[in-house]
């Protein structure tokens, strides 16, 4: 999936919330921008490998955020079922 796909995919927003949705196996595609925090993204990169989702980095969280129509930077996002 393209990040011009999420645009108009179902999707979740955030850390948290992409993290709940790996964990329930809804998320088919995370995302995630290259310039959020390690510390805050490690964690969550590991989860996506652990159940198999596919990880796509972006290149701001700028960049995440607009395509997610929102007005602020998204650290993450998910494209979910």
């Known amino acids: 999936m393209t ?9 979740v927003i955030g850390i948290k919330q992409v993290a709940k949705a790996v964990k329930r196996d809804a ?9 959020a925090e390690a510390k805050v993204v490690e964690p ?6 652990e159940h198999g989702v596919p990880v ?13 129509s929102i007005e ?3 650290a993450a996002a998910a494209a979910v079922r």
């Not at 990040?3 to 999707?11: D, I, M, N, P, V």
């Not at 998320?27 to 290259?34: L, M, N, Q």
């Not at 969550?44 to 490998?49: D, P, Q, S, V």
């Open 56 to 68: 796509s980095r972006v290149g701001s969280m700028k960049e995440l955020g607009t395509a997610c």
């Open 27 to 35: 998320a088919t595609e995370v995302f995630i921008a290259d310039d």
């Open 3 to 11: 990040l011009e796909a999420l645009k108009t995919a179902k999707r």
């Open 72 to 74: 602020v930077g998204a």
């Open 44 to 49: 969550l990169e590991a989860l996506c490998t």
